[in-house]
């Protein structure tokens, strides 16, 4: 289970995904039988408006793979999609999103926005789950990259059986305008970015064909969320759960598309002195601050700096002197497709704590 890169201890898993407690066509045992076999160290649940298997006691260690359950909250419209990690009960089904935000952050649990941008047609069969609720921010993070949003965004009538048959080779990266949404939100405080699976394994006419778009065992090998900790992860439930959401909420996280290569080996810091940071730290002084980038195998590295790219090159490492101060993350591509997505690190920028 453990997986040391560097100087921290690295845990891929997949976040946001449904079973038969819902709209999901497997039971969690079955979800997690494949999710083992896909090498999952933590998987995390969320079914629609219910924690039914959470109640049967269905959280806990699997092997070395790590379970939880949380729920996906939505408002009257089913519009604000939110998924809850920690809650004691199901909020009110007639809650705005505004309270169902709030219920969260003072029960001091996980809230992260799901699938916030959709932005498909409201007409027809499966409409968009859009986030609107934005007078709020009291959240934790959001899905930077939801591979069923995106499936569904990418679907035309001429492309619809190619993209069923081989659903991920559609899958390039989040949109530009949540990683600009997503920037400027971090400007004030962390905001954690997450790659959600969103897996359902629905099946879908295509001509003649039913076809099951992205069983759970092909969402497994696609969209990954890791978690970067100080030591390894426990052997204890409570506390390897704890250690997984303190990480989600402190920003110790990336994401990789594992169609273009497993991202375990890559590794993204800075240096100042004896300061050493990850994704979510934070330097106070930018000056004599050194970053590096490094990756598994060579794909396009760009380094973006509030937003704006900054270094761009073809390469499997990047050293870079810090020039300015700011809010530095990195992106991989191989070619037009999005592989790796790292949360930022503050240089030089302290974070605004909230009131």
Same mark, same amino acid.
Not at 3 to 28: C, R
Not at 147 to 172: C, D, G, H, V, Y
Not at 296 to 311: F, N, Q, S
């Given at each position: 289970?453990?997986?040391?890169?560097?100087?921290?201890?690295?845990?891929?898993?997949?976040?946001?995904?449904?079973? $038969?407690?819902?709209?999901?066509?497997?039971?969690?045992?079955?979800?997690?039988?494949?999710? =083992?076999?896909?090498?999952?160290?933590?998987?995390?649940?969320?079914?629609?408006?219910?924690?039914?298997?959470?109640?049967?006691?269905?959280?806990?260690?699997?092997?070395?793979?790590?379970?939880?359950?949380?729920? *996906?909250?939505?408002?009257?419209?089913?519009?604000?999609?939110?998924?809850?990690?920690?809650?004691?009960?199901?909020?009110?089904?007639?809650?705005?999103?505004?309270?169902?935000?709030?219920?969260? =952050?003072?029960?001091?649990?996980?809230?992260?926005?799901?699938?916030? &941008?959709?932005?498909?047609? !409201?007409?027809?069969?499966?409409?968009?789950?859009?986030?609107?609720?934005?007078?709020?921010?009291?959240?934790? /993070?959001?899905?930077?990259?939801?591979?069923?949003?995106?499936? #569904? *965004?990418?679907?035309?009538?001429?492309?619809?059986?190619?993209?069923? +048959?081989?659903? !991920?080779?559609?899958?390039?990266?989040?949109?530009?305008?949540?990683?600009?949404?997503?920037?400027?939100?971090?400007?004030?405080?962390?905001?954690?970015?997450?790659?959600?699976?969103?897996?359902?394994?629905?099946?879908?006419?295509?001509?003649?064909? $039913? %076809? *099951?778009?992205?069983?759970?065992?092909?969402?497994?090998? @696609?969209?990954?969320?890791?978690?970067?900790?100080?030591?390894?992860?426990?052997?204890? +439930? &409570?506390?390897?759960? &704890?250690?997984?959401?303190?990480?989600?909420?402190?920003? !110790?996280?990336?994401?990789?598309? #594992?169609?273009?290569?497993?991202?375990?080996?890559?590794?993204?810091?800075?240096?100042?002195?004896?300061?050493?940071?990850? @994704? /979510?730290?934070?330097?106070?002084?930018?000056?004599?601050?050194?970053?590096?980038?490094?990756?598994? $195998?060579?794909?396009?590295?760009?380094?973006? @700096?509030? /937003?704006?790219?900054?270094? $761009?090159?073809?390469?499997?490492?990047?050293?870079?002197?810090?020039?300015?101060?700011?809010?530095?993350?990195?992106?991989?591509?191989?070619?037009?497709? /999005?592989?790796? +997505?790292?949360?930022?690190? !503050?240089?030089? %920028?302290?974070?605004?704590?909230?009131?």
């Amino acid at each position: 289970m453990s997986k040391k890169t560097g100087s921290w201890y690295q845990y891929s898993g997949a976040i946001h995904m449904h079973t $038969t407690e819902s709209d999901g066509t497997k039971t969690l045992h079955e979800v997690v039988a494949i999710g =083992r076999q896909a090498g999952l160290d933590f998987m995390m649940f969320s079914d629609h408006m219910g924690l039914t298997n959470r109640d049967a006691g269905l959280e806990g260690l699997y092997g070395d793979t790590l379970v939880v359950i949380g729920y *996906e909250h939505n408002d009257v419209d089913d519009n604000n999609h939110f998924l809850v990690f920690g809650s004691r009960e199901v909020y009110p089904a007639d809650a705005t999103a505004q309270e169902y935000v709030a219920l969260a =952050r003072d029960e001091g649990v996980l809230g992260i926005l799901a699938h916030p &941008d959709e932005i498909r047609s !409201r007409e027809g069969r499966y409409p968009p789950y859009p986030w609107t609720a934005w007078d709020t921010d009291k959240y934790d /993070g959001l899905e930077l990259w939801n591979q069923m949003s995106e499936w #569904m *965004e990418r679907l035309t009538p001429l492309n619809k059986l190619a993209m069923a +048959f081989s659903p !991920r080779k559609s899958m390039i990266g989040p949109t530009d305008r949540v990683l600009k949404l997503w920037d400027d939100l971090n400007r004030k405080r962390k905001y954690v970015g997450i790659g959600g699976v969103d897996a359902h394994a629905f099946p879908i006419d295509v001509g003649p064909f $039913t %076809v *099951e778009i992205f069983p759970y065992k092909v969402h497994f090998r @696609c969209l990954r969320t890791h978690i970067l900790l100080n030591e390894p992860m426990s052997r204890d +439930f &409570d506390t390897a759960r &704890d250690q997984l959401y303190d990480a989600l909420r402190d920003c !110790r996280v990336f994401i990789s598309n #594992m169609r273009w290569g497993a991202a375990d080996r890559f590794e993204f810091y800075a240096v100042r002195g004896a300061e050493q940071i990850t @994704c /979510g730290g934070e330097i106070s002084d930018w000056q004599g601050s050194t970053i590096t980038v490094k990756l598994p $195998t060579k794909a396009v590295i760009r380094l973006i @700096c509030d /937003g704006e790219a900054i270094v $761009t090159t073809k390469s499997d490492r990047l050293e870079y002197q810090v020039a300015r101060p700011g809010l530095y993350r990195v992106e991989a591509w191989k070619g037009r497709r /999005g592989w790796i +997505f790292s949360n930022h690190m !503050r240089i030089g %920028v302290p974070e605004q704590k909230d009131s």
